[in-house]
Each structure stands twice: as C-alpha cells, then as structure tokens.
C-alpha cells in the first residue's frame, strides 16, 4: 500500500488545490440514483443516459483495466473579478462563472504532471479525467474532497461549490482516505431560490429545468423558463450564489488563463458569428467543447434579448424570426412578444 503524502506533496506542488484518494471499488449509489432520474424522466432528451450502460458507467475499472485507486482533485475558481455585463448599448448575455476559464484543462495538464510522476515512482498506468462522463461528483464525495449539497453539487469545507473536479484512475494501491460525511443540515435555500424549481427534492435535479443543463439543450425553451432565463448567455449559478457554504470563501489568484471568456460577451456579436468564428473566438474554452451545439447557444442569446429588451436589437430579433431554423425562428419570435 502506497503512502499519499508523497503523492500529495507532488500534486500540491504541481499547483492543485487539495488531492484525495479513494478506492477504484463501483459506485453503487451513484448507479442506482442515475437509474431512478432515468425512471423518472428527469435527464434531457439529448443526453441518452437511458442508452448507456449506466452500472459500467460507475465503475472506472472499465476505463483503466486493472484500476486500484483514484486520486481525486479540486481546483478553485473563485476569484475576485466582477460578475459584471453591460446591459445598456451593447447587451450582453452573462457567462456562468466556472466558464470563464476552463479550470478543467487547466486541472487536467496538472494531473497529467501529476500522473508523470505517478509513472516514474511507481511504474503505474493512470488514465486522467475532469469534466468527463466517469462518476466525477461521487468520487469527490468518497475520497473526501466534499460533501453532497441538496443542489447536486460537491462542497468543500474551504472552497465551497466553487470548484471544478478532476481524477486520476490508477493502477496502483494507494493508502484511501476517509469519505467527506459533511451534510446541508436544515439549510434548503438553493431549492427555494433556484429560478425554474428544478430542485425537485434534496439531491435530485430535473435537468429538463435546470437551465444549466438546458444551456446546451438545443430546443425552444418553455415560456415559464424563458422568462427568468435573464440575461444568460451560458450557464447558471444562482443555487450557488445563493449557497451559505460559499460565503465565506476566499478568492484565489488566477492561475490560468486558457481559454479566458471572461463574465460576458455581446449578443449581437454572438448572433452575428458564424459557427466557425465563434469556435475560433472561443477556442480552448468549454463553450466550444464538441458536444456544445452552436445553435443553442444562439437560442440562448435570442431569450436573453427577449429579456433584456433593447429596442435598439429589433433588426437582429426580426432577421432571426425570419430564419430557416423553426427553434431560432420561434425563439426570436418569443424574445419580440416580450418588448
Ligand atoms: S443551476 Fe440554476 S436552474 Fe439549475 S438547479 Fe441550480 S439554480 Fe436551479
Ligand atoms: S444552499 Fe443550503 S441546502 Fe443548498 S447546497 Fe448550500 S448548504 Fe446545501
């Protein structure tokens, strides 16, 4: 059994925010909580869960045959820059915060290093993983890293939600550590300040809801949801901001600026890019990963106007309404009944 000091120490060096280690043993729990979203209907129609093999898709001994251990990590994202966007002449649609930067590469090359080292020490073999289809959340919870909070999302003593996730599976035994055993107590304020109530019970998101996961949903969004969509152009972070665990965290320095988008981008511009240069423009960020579907991302744009209501966006609102697309066309339609 290997001792995670030294794995630790390497990995704190390498400039990673706190590492844990867990067991490569199936995530049960998670299989059987995925199962019941699917029964109940609560996963998007694109994303096909119901097709997987959702008891294979917890065990990550299918990703490294042999795997023995897994090394989980968090990286901070919290900084102290302003959540700011310009809504007057130029409207613009808000970026969630974790899409700033892509925390997730950035992770991903310090746990490749880390998994470097991994080879050299010990000769193991190590498959790398962040912002991937492996159970990430339950690995965070069973090595340590944090606790379930009623949003779904992992929350560190120190960091708060504000992390992004990451692992290295290998085919070494390293020492584990305990699960996080930390809990929400009577708190339930994301449910209640969750704009679209896709908190649905403590733990359990309707995702046809969650405007987070309806951001790369491509379709026309339900009046009701449309109309608190705000501005956003990408993603949601209200059951976060709302948190009490996250208040008291403290910013970290920007360590990585890969793929920088920043709080906010100009609608009009988005609408006015093609497919091609809005993937050169936001190249290595997370808003142009493959599975991102460009034409949500206009449809975002579209209800975020509808919201704004700018008169100065009309042309664009009726040049979309008159587009071949039915959800672009209909979703401008919807954005110039909200003037
Ligand atoms: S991300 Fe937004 S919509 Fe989704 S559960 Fe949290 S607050 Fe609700
Ligand atoms: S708002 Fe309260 S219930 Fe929700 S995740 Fe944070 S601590 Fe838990």
């Known amino acids: 059994m290997i001792d995670a000091r030294k794995i630790r120490t390497v ?8 590492i844990k280690i867990t067991t490569a043993e199936p995530f049960n729990e998670a299989a059987k909580r995925i199962k019941y979203q699917i029964d109940e209907g609560l996963y998007l129609d694109s994303e096909h869960w119901h097709l997987r093999d959702v008891d294979r898709s917890c065990d990550v001994r299918a990703v490294l045959p042999g795997a023995r251990s897994i090394i ?69 919870q069973r090595s340590g890293i944090g606790y379930f909070g009623k949003n779904s999302l992992i929350i560190n003593e120190r960091f708060g939600s504000w992390v992004v996730l990451g692992e290295i599976i290998a085919d070494i035994e390293i020492d584990p550590d305990p699960p996080h055993r930390g809990n929400c107590g009577d708190c339930s304020i994301c449910v209640e300040m969750c704009p679209t109530h896709a908190i649905i019970e403590p733990y359990i998101i309707d995702r046809r809801r969650c405007i987070q996961a309806l951001t790369n949903w491509y379709g026309v969004l339900p009046d009701d949801i449309a109309r608190v969509w705000s501005n956003r152009l990408y993603g949601c972070t209200d059951c976060q901001d709302s948190c009490p665990a996250n208040r008291a965290v403290e910013a970290q320095p920007v360590r990585a600026e890969v793929g920088y988008v920043g709080p906010s981008a100009s609608l009009r511009e988005i609408l006015s890019m093609s497919e091609k240069e809005y993937r050169r423009k936001y190249a290595r960020n997370q808003m142009t990963a493959r599975w991102i579907n460009f034409q949500a991302i206009r449809r975002n744009a579209l209800v975020a106007l509808g919201n704004i209501r700018s008169h100065g966006t009309m042309p664009l609102l009726e040049k979309y309404a008159r587009d071949n697309d039915p959800i672009l066309a209909k979703s401008a339609r919807w954005a110039m009944a909200r003037f």
Do not use: M
């Open 72 to 140: 989980a990590a968090c990286q901070c994202y919290l900084t102290d820059e302003r959540a700011e966007s310009d809504v007057t002449d130029d409207p613009h649609g808000s970026i969630a915060r974790y899409t700033w930067r892509n925390h997730y590469s950035d992770l991903r090359e310090r746990l490749k290093k880390l998994a470097g080292f991994l080879k050299t020490e010990y000769d193991a073999n190590t498959a790398v993983f962040s912002n991937s289809e492996i159970p990430e959340k339950p690995i965070a």
């Open 11 to 18: 990995g704190y060096d390498i400039g990673i925010d706190l």
